[in-house]
Nanobody, 122 residues
Framework: QVQLVESGGGLAQAGGSLRLSCAAS????????VGWFRQAPGKEREFVARISWSGNIYYAGSLRGRFFISRDNGKSTVYLQMNSLKPEDTAVYYC????????????????WGQGTQVTVSS
C-alpha cells in the first residue's frame, strides 16, 4: 500500500557526501521499518542500513561510521547520509519498507522505491 520515492542521488567525488531521501505516502509510515539497499551492475543487491518504527538502527558492518540513517515521521521521510564516499559505493540505491519486523534480507521487505543512482568518481 505504501509508495516510496527515492531522491538525492547523483555524481560525487571520492571523499564527498550525498544525502538520499526516501519519501513515503499512502500508508501509516510511523509503523513501517525502512531499509536502504544498493545494487551495482553485475552484483547482488546488498543491505546498507535499516531503521525501525521505534528508531532502532542497524548498519552493514562495512559502512558503519560513514553512512547514517534517520527518519522524520512528520515528513514521512527516511534519509541516508553518506559521507567519505568511495568509488565502491557506486550503485543504484533503493529504499524499502515493511510493516513487520525486518532485518537485512531484501526478501523481508514488501514495498520498494524505483531507486536513485549514486556514482562516485576517484
Amino acid at each position: 500500500q505504501v509508495q516510496l520515492v527515492e531522491s538525492g542521488g547523483g555524481l560525487a567525488q571520492a571523499g564527498g557526501s550525498l544525502r538520499l531521501s526516501c519519501a513515503a505516502s499512502g500508508g501509516a509510515f510511523v509503523n513501517y521499518v525502512v531499509g536502504w539497499f544498493r545494487q551495482a551492475p553485475g552484483k547482488e543487491r546488498e543491505f546498507v542500513a535499516r531503521i525501525s518504527w521505534s528508531g532502532n538502527i542497524y548498519y552493514a558492518g562495512s559502512l558503519r561510521g560513514r553512512f547514517f540513517i534517520s527518519r522524520d515521521n512528520g515528513k514521512s521521510t527516511v534519509y541516508l547520509q553518506m559521507n567519505s564516499l568511495k568509488p565502491e559505493d557506486t550503485a543504484v540505491y533503493y529504499c524499502a519498507a515493511d510493516p513487520r519486523y525486518t532485518g537485512t534480507r531484501a526478501d523481508q521487505y514488501d514495498y520498494w522505491g524505483q531507486g536513485t543512482q549514486v556514482t562516485v568518481s576517484s
